[in-house]
């Protein structure tokens, strides 16, 4: 059974930094593309980022390119997404899905992230 559960979120001040974690298990890690969306409360879902299997090809949304950082350790089953110049329009749900190029079919039950002074 696939598995995918975030961490790493939190109340954080405008400007600081987050890395988000999404430890994956029931499925081949290394053989698949991964992805970071996010929603915002009462509002719909937002495509944040992803990656290839490999970790070489990576794809940012405009909204967090250059801010924000996907990456994966395949030998620990894990996805990272470092979130850095955070902004308030940043405060959303973010939540990991496996794949990317032929649509994603599982998902984890997010980690909140918070951007407030």
């Known amino acids: 059974e696939v598995h995918l559960v975030e961490s790493g979120g939190g109340l954080v001040q405008p400007g600081g930094s987050l890395r988000l974690s999404c430890a994956a298990s029931?499925?081949?890690?290394?053989?698949?593309?991964m992805t970071w969306v996010r929603q915002v409360p009462g509002k719909g879902l937002e495509w944040v980022s992803s990656?290839?299997?490999?970790?070489?090809?990576?794809y940012y949304a405009d909204s967090v390119k250059g801010r924000f950082t996907i990456s994966r350790a395949n030998a620990e089953n894990t996805l990272y997404l470092r979130l850095n110049s955070l902004k308030t329009e940043d405060t959303a749900m973010y939540y990991c899905?496996?794949?990317?190029?032929?649509?994603?079919?599982?998902w984890g039950k997010g980690t909140l992230v918070t951007i407030s002074s």
């Open positions: 899905a496996r794949g990317f190029y032929f649509g994603m079919d599982h």
């Open positions: 029931g499925f081949t890690f290394s053989s698949v593309s």
């Open positions: 990656i290839d299997s490999g970790g070489g090809i990576t």
